[in-house]
């Protein structure tokens, strides 16, 4: 009996010794705090964000006639329609510049940004049965589709930059200049603005399900509030202001400043489009990662 119990006991020993000696690579803990997100995680889990890139950019198109000629179409359509309605019915003025390229440029910046916020909106709602079966940070699902819409932006980039090129032969008004080289910040910008305010709808919309029928109608009125159809420089001196507070708007104007090379655009603009990006994104990070610990008793 004492001979049992002994081996008991020294089993229980080796037991302890062998679990104090094992070395874990992967916690997961309870996440507390409003500003909680571990940036060296999603880089263990970038596998999985490239898996996800890979799914939403062949899903979204797999099933279609033309593929991903639609990246091309779209953009090209949109030009169109908007160069005879707005250029030649209603004669908006485009700074002398060819209206179609005006067009183009503005439609092409655009997209990517309102790609961002409209896919990244429903995040929540679009992975519940995801996110309630396997554990992987939540954020990178909004960052899989910023990087998938970065792809359809370089085609249509792409295609913008050979219209460019053929009326720059043809001798027409524009002039590419040095802030071309700022086109990466831009991106940058605009991928941080539209992911900031769709994890923020996102976030809401686990609790208030109205704000998904908003998305569409306000992205579109966003997008008539920006220069896009009509220069900077239309705008009347009384309402500037106002645009200072819409941090798209500096943004297509550098755009076109860059590759087309007149634009009413600032510095002071931008500095203040770019501030107000940053305060965007991180109020969505910080409502992103508080929400995501309940968002399941919600949805």
Request: charged content about 15%; proline content about 5%; hydrophobic content about 55%.
């Amino acid at each position: 009996m004492a001979e049992h119990t002994m081996k008991e006991a020294s089993a229980k020993i080796k037991m302890r010794e062998k679990e104090n000696s094992e070395q874990w690579t992967t916690v997961i803990k309870p996440r507390t705090g409003w500003f909680d997100i571990n940036l060296s995680e999603l880089w263990r889990y970038r596998d999985l964000i490239a898996l996800f890139v890979r799914r939403d950019f062949v899903a979204q198109y797999k099933q279609t006639i033309l593929g991903p000629t639609w990246f091309l179409l779209q953009p090209l359509f949109t030009a169109i329609v908007f160069t005879v309605v707005f250029g030649r019915i209603a004669q908006i003025p485009t700074d002398g510049l060819p209206q179609f390229l005006f067009y183009m440029a503005g439609v092409t910046a655009w997209n990517y940004f309102a790609a961002c916020l409209t896919k990244t909106s429903d995040t929540f709602v679009a992975n519940t049965s995801i996110f309630g079966k396997v554990y992987f940070p939540r954020l990178a699902v909004p960052i899989a589709i910023v990087i998938t819409n970065l792809i359809s932006f370089t085609i249509q980039f792409v295609l913008f930059i050979a219209f460019t090129v053929y009326f720059y032969a043809q001798g027409s008004s524009i002039e590419p200049n040095i802030w071309v080289f700022a086109i990466p910040l831009l991106l940058i910008q605009m991928a941080a603005l539209g992911l900031g305010v769709g994890i923020i709808v996102s976030s809401l919309t686990t609790k208030y399900r109205d704000l998904a029928y908003l998305v569409g109608f306000g992205t579109q009125l966003w997008m008539y509030a920006t220069p896009i159809v009509y220069p900077i420089s239309q705008i009347p001196a009384k309402w500037q202001w106002v645009f200072l507070f819409n941090p798209m708007a500096a943004v297509i104007g550098t755009f076109r400043y860059a590759f087309l090379g007149k634009s009413a655009v600032q510095l002071p603009q931008l500095a203040l489009s770019a501030a107000l990006t940053i305060l965007v994104f991180f109020i969505g990070i910080v409502l992103f990662s508080r929400v995501e610990k309940t968002f399941m008793d919600t949805v």
